[in-house]
C-alpha cells in the first residue's frame, strides 16, 4: 500500500492521549470511574480489555469528549479538553477517527460522501482537493474507483469495514479509537480487518487505541491492557 504522509506528531514527545486525575459520576447511578494516569505514545497501538460492566464505552466516550468528566485533566496530541461541548465536538471532529462496532456508515449516502463526512463536522484534511484526498485513501484500501459512488448500504461487509477506517483516518488524525469492530467477524475476517487497519494507522502515524472482548486480538498489540488495571470502577455495572 502506497505510504500516506504521517502524522506531525510522531517522533514528538507530545502523548497522543494523556489522562490524570479524571474522575466521572453518573448523577442517575450510582456508577463511578476514576482514572489516576493514563498515556499513548504517538504511534503507539493499545488494547485495551475487560468484561461487560467495567466502565471501557465510558472510558472511551471521557477519552474522546463524549463524556465531560467531572474533574482531572484529558489531552489529546497536547490539546487540551475543553469543558464546552461544542468545542469538545471540534476537538474530536479534528483529532480523533472513531471506527464504531457496526461501522455506521449512512446507507443512503454513497461510498466517498461517507469517507467526507468528517469534514462536515471540521475536520481540516489539510488540502483543498478533499475529494482526490478521499479517494486516493479509498484506493489505497482496496476500495475500487467503480464503488466510490455506490450507496453505502450496498457494499459487502469487507468493503463496509475499509470505508469506515478511510472515514476515520481521512485527515490523519492523531488518534484512532475502534470500539468492538471486529465482534460480528468470523476469524478469518477478523483477522484480515485487523491486518488492514494496523498497515492503514502505521501509514497515517496515528495511535490506535482498541476495545474488544476478543482476547485473540490483544496479542498482536504493542500493549494490552485491562481497564481494571488502570481506572477504579465503582460499582461494575453494565454501563
Known amino acids: 500500500m502506497p505510504e500516506i504522509s504521517r502524522n506531525a506528531g510522531v517522533g514528538t514527545s507530545v502523548a497522543t492521549l494523556a489522562m490524570s486525575d479524571v474522575k466521572f459520576a453518573y448523577s442517575a447511578t450510582a456508577f463511578s470511574l476514576e482514572i489516576d494516569q493514563f498515556e499513548m505514545r504517538a504511534g503507539e497501538r493499545v488494547f485495551l480489555r475487560g468484561p461487560s460492566g467495567t466502565g471501557k464505552t465510558t472510558f472511551l466516550s471521557l477519552a474522546t469528549g463524549l463524556l465531560e468528566a467531572g474533574s482531572g485533566s484529558i489531552a489529546i496530541a497536547g490539546r487540551q479538553m475543553p469543558k464546552k461541548a461544542s468545542a469538545r465536538d471540534a476537538l474530536r471532529a479534528d483529532a480523533v477517527g472513531i471506527i464504531h462496532q ?93 491486518d488492514v487497519l494496523f498497515d492503514c494507522v502505521e501509514d497515517a502515524g496515528s495511535s490506535l487505541l482498541m476495545v474488544s472482548h476478543d482476547p485473540a486480538i490483544g496479542k498482536r498489540f504493542e500493549r494490552a491492557i485491562d481497564l481494571r488495571d488502570i481506572a477504579k470502577v465503582t460499582p461494575e455495572a453494565n454501563i
Open 102 to 194: 457496526q461501522f455506521n456508515l449512512l446507507p443512503y449516502l454513497d461510498t466517498l460522501s461517507n469517507v467526507l463526512l468528517p469534514i462536515a463536522f471540521g475536520r481540516d484534511v489539510g488540502t483543498s482537493d478533499n475529494q482526490s484526498f478521499a479517494r486516493d485513501l479509498l484506493k489505497r484500501l482496496g476500495v475500487p474507483t467503480a464503488l466510490h459512488g455506490a450507496r453505502a448500504g450496498t457494499l459487502s461487509v469487507g468493503q463496509q469495514q475499509r470505508v469506515a477506517i478511510a472515514r476515520a483516518l481521512l485527515g490523519r488524525p492523531a488518534l484512532v479509537v475502534a470500539d468492538e469492530p471486529t465482534s460480528a467477524l468470523d476469524s478469518d475476517t477478523r483477522d484480515a480487518f485487523m
